[in-house]
């Protein structure tokens, strides 16, 4: 199990934001962490990815301890949020230079490590390139590219896809299916419910808890619904 | 060590990253060198120190020979016009502001009696020193004048003669110069582009959302907020210096003390300023809270409190006192030392260590609030 999270809980004073969920992702998966806007996905998050402390319970992200080494936790995921995450006033190529010395890659590893990133999402033309002057579904690629450059173990999408054409997402996903082929987990918000099909598994927030957590053609068996939208809709009500 | 080695590459990675946001925004460019540059020149060009034709209104209660041929000498010199006759010293005040009027010449009563026979006479020259120093030269040129004719009286009459010039510079009487202002300025410059430009820099990232990515990423936080005050703190002192230059060879600024001790002062100004963009950054979270927070926080008080424009002495205790919890009022009043007055730097040690100490104070106070929020 790559990630394994057990009786979290966060609590803002009397507010609980996330309350004692336990789940578990294993090797390689896509898994859809749904929930309605304020449902408590990105206080959660944010304890995955080791940037706030859990007021009670545990949880695993990498085979570390969420709380105790966050710094461990950092070192082996990727990460991307909904808003666009590069610097827009450097050069593509310096965007993936500085990110992936962040993660301590060496200076050869990069530049060998770039050439063949930029060439597979066909953006070798544009390495000199501003990246303020790329169109935002090349922004989006580029920035998965980035998260997943050090190979991490899993990579956290915050709502990726955000203001994204159909088109870019389609392409977008198929980015996603070919990184969880290579073995990365991928662990992934969305507010798209059509997304949430591509998804192994699902887990659906409502007020800080995960209310149901399975594949989505059970999802879809269990509340008799045609798709993952009527699923939400019952659910998150 | 190799951990080490990885560390301070990283951080020079982004230094680096840092210097090609501020070289590759022409907006930043403009205000981190254009502003600076700009407000010096202007400062020079406004200054003239030619001096012609300045007109001069005479009060004469005594009208003798004596008075009428300083008077003729005056008039026949090409710096001054006599254009006008006072009723009553009380004048004076309503020809100056008319504008037009830059010196008053007053002479005593009985003026030419009473310098031959007690050798001992007063004249009062009132200048007007809106301008200081088109006001020290009219002095200057006035007072030749008056110990020319002394020297022609001792000639003539071989008897010693003293003729008292009271010179009483109006409207500007502590003669603050040009010079004077180069030491606020600096201080308005380094709040601009220490404090303004990398609070800015820094809540930027909050915003476009790529200081969420460093924060999940292995890079301490504090790498990245040092790393954004590295290229300001240089560019900083390049400005410092540009400036040093432009006030020696534009504005003529004789820098009489120390050139060591005055940039070890304003490298220490300097962290302040950038300590408090750190702190500014924060406590905001947009740009435009940024720019309106040290606009308003910062830069207004430098030009009002600092003794940029109004000499601190002059204001009402309370103000004063607000004033020295100004940062800038304390550079200012030490880089006119060094720059002005030339003194050894011993008389600012005591500006010196209220920097320090304020540096001190508001980088703890900052780091405690990044420190604070992350968590």
Redesign the interface.
């Known amino acids: 199990m790559i990630i394994k999270i057990d009786n979290l809980t966060k609590c803002f004073g009397d507010f609980t934001a996330v309350d004692h969920i336990t789940f578990s992702v294993g090797k390689g998966e896509i898994f859809g962490f749904l929930g309605a806007n304020g449902a408590g996905k990105t206080t959660a998050m944010r304890m995955f ?5 859990p007021t009670s319970g545990e949880g695993r992200v990498a085979g570390y301890d969420i709380a105790k080494q966050p ?1 461990m936790v ?2 082996n ?1 990727g ?12 050069k593509v190529w ?1 965007n993936i ?3 992936a ?4 890659l060496d200076g050869k590893q990069i530049s060998r490590k770039t050439d063949i990133t930029l060439k597979r999402i066909g953006l070798m033309n544009e390495k000199n390139t ?1 990246v303020k002057e790329l169109p935002l579904g090349w922004k989006q690629k580029l920035a998965f590219s980035v998260a997943i450059f050090h190979e991490p173990k899993i990579v ?1 999408l915050d709502e990726p896809t955000g203001g994204v054409d159909p088109i870019a997402r389609r392409q977008f996903w198929e980015m996603i299916y070919e990184a969880a082929e290579k073995g990365i987990t991928v662990f992934v918000t969305t507010h798209y419910m059509d997304e949430a099909e591509y998804c192994n598994r699902v887990s659906i927030m409502v007020d800080g808890r995960i209310k149901v957590l399975d594949t989505p053609g059970r999802l879809k068996d269990r509340f008799h619904a045609k798709n993952m939208d009527e699923v939400f809709r019952q659910l998150a009500r | 060590m190799i951990m080490k080695k ?1 560390n301070n ?2 951080f020079f ?2 230094v680096r ?1 840092e210097f ?2 501020i070289f ?2 022409v907006r930043t460019m403009l205000v981190i060198i254009g502003i600076p540059v700009i407000q010096i020149l202007l400062i020079g060009f406004a200054i003239s120190t030619e001096v012609k034709n300045v007109e001069v209104a005479v009060y004469d209660p005594s009208n003798d020979e004596v008075t009428n041929r300083i008077i003729n000498q005056m008039d026949a010199s090409e710096y001054f016009n006599v254009t006008r006759r006072l009723k009553s010293a009380n004048e004076a005040d309503e020809v100056f502001k008319k504008g037009q009027t830059g010196l008053v010449v007053v002479f005593c009563e009985g003026f030419g009696e009473r310098l031959y026979h007690t050798g001992d006479a007063a004249i009062q020259l009132l200048i007007d020193a809106s301008d200081p120093n088109h006001g020290t030269t009219v002095s200057s040129y006035a007072g030749s004048v008056i110990a020319g004719y002394q020297q022609e009286l001792l000639q003539e009459t071989n008897v010693p003669v003293r003729i008292n010039p009271e010179i009483r510079m109006l409207y500007n009487p502590e003669m603050r110069s040009a010079y004077n202002f180069v030491p606020g300025l600096m201080g308005m410059i380094f709040m601009l582009v220490c404090a303004m430009m990398t609070s800015v820099a820094i809540v930027r990232e909050k915003e ?3 200081m ?8 301490k936080p504090i790498y990245v907020v040092i790393s954004k005050l590295v290229p300001y703190f240089i560019i900083s002192w390049v400005i410092f210096i540009i400036i040093l230059l432009l006030s020696v060879f534009v504005l003529g600024v004789p820098i009489s003390g120390s050139l060591v001790w005055l940039n070890i002062f304003a490298l220490i100004f300097i962290i302040v300023a950038l300590s408090l963009g750190l702190l500014i950054s924060t406590v905001v979270k947009t740009q435009v809270a940024a720019i309106l927070a040290s606009g308003m926080g910062l830069i207004m008080p430098v030009m009002i409190l600092s003794g940029y424009v109004f000499p601190i002495e002059s204001m009402p205790p309370i103000l004063q006192w607000i004033s020295g919890i100004i940062p800038a009022r304390w550079f200012v009043s030490g880089a006119k030392k060094l720059i002005i007055e030339g003194v050894p730097v011993r008389f600012v040690l005591k500006e010196m260590l209220i920097l320090l100490g304020m540096a001190i104070l508001i980088i703890t106070v900052s780091l405690r609030n990044i420190k604070t929020r ?2």
């Not at chain 2, 969420?212 to 890079?219: I, T, W």
């Open positions: 990815c080791g940037l706030s402390k710094e950092k070192k995921i990460y991307m949020s909904q808003k666009f995450s590069l610097y827009e006033d450097l310096e230079r500085l990110f010395g962040i993660y301590g501003l956290f | 990885k590459s990283q990675a982004f990253k090609y946001h590759r925004d476009s959302g790529t969420e990515v460093l924060l999940v990423s292995p890079v992350l968590e």
